[in-house]
């Protein structure tokens, strides 16, 4: 769908921020050949002092690979996927809409299915959380606890992004709807009852023991 979008004939910038010669990286070749390096800087720019909507639109499908494949050092994915609500893609052309929603949908369900992952769970949520769509689906595919990663993703994020009623992770914006919703899914149930369902059908000792890890640490209401 992006592939539509014109490419910029240039990319200014703050003076003070962006030199000059900057944006010649970015537009010299295909936006798929973009180096993570030199992305970097203007994912961290991007709608504040560098560049407008238009072009952040046409860079888009290379900021979302890299921010999946973690490939920043700077920004963060939170800070990347938090741009699409700075830039209002709410309100951008349905099929855009649409081909943002499975990206968000298939970077979930690909973390999930993998433990160790880069980035991690806590962090792929949070991000998904930053564009400001219902997380219910993307709670509820966690809910099914499907793989042993997926089951080790929730004892991880239980444990090191969960203190009593708030989620750790500083990117989470703890005024927003996300941040309540993810804590009711944690201490008012749902996630208890995917446990138990998940204990009911499990017979592997090591996976047994995650899901009893998980179970005495979630929050209870």
């Known amino acids: 769908m992006f592939g539509a979008v014109a490419r910029p004939a ?3 910038g ?13 537009l010299s070749g295909p936006v798929s050949a973009i180096e993570a390096g030199s992305l970097a800087r203007y994912a961290a720019k991007a709608l504040t002092t560098w560049g407008d909507v238009p072009a952040f639109r046409y860079f888009l499908p290379r900021l979302l690979e890299c921010a999946a494949a973690d490939a920043f050092s700077y920004p963060d994915p939170e800070i990347v996927l938090g741009k699409l609500t700075v830039a209002g893609w709410h309100g951008w052309p349905g099929g855009e809409r649409a081909a943002v929603t499975a990206f968000l949908h298939a970077w979930w369900l690909d973390t999930l299915r993998r433990h160790p992952s880069r980035p991690p769970a806590d962090t792929v949520l949070c991000a998904v959380a930053a564009t400001g769509v219902d997380l219910t689906p993307f709670l509820d595919a966690w809910a099914a606890l499907e793989s042993e990663a997926a089951i080790a993703h929730l004892r991880d ?6 203190s009593g009623r708030r989620l750790t992770n500083a990117f989470w914006d703890r005024g927003a709807p996300a941040h309540a919703q993810v804590l009711a899914w944690l201490g008012d149930g749902p996630a208890a009852r995917a446990v138990e369902a998940a204990f009911a059908r499990e017979s592997r000792e090591p996976v047994l023991g995650l899901l009893a890890d998980v179970h005495g640490r979630l929050p209870r209401s």
């Open 10 to 12: 240039s990319v200014p």
């Open 14 to 26: 703050c003076p003070h921020c962006v030199e000059p010669g900057e944006q010649a990286c970015l």
């Open 157 to 162: 994020f239980v444990t090191d992004g969960l």
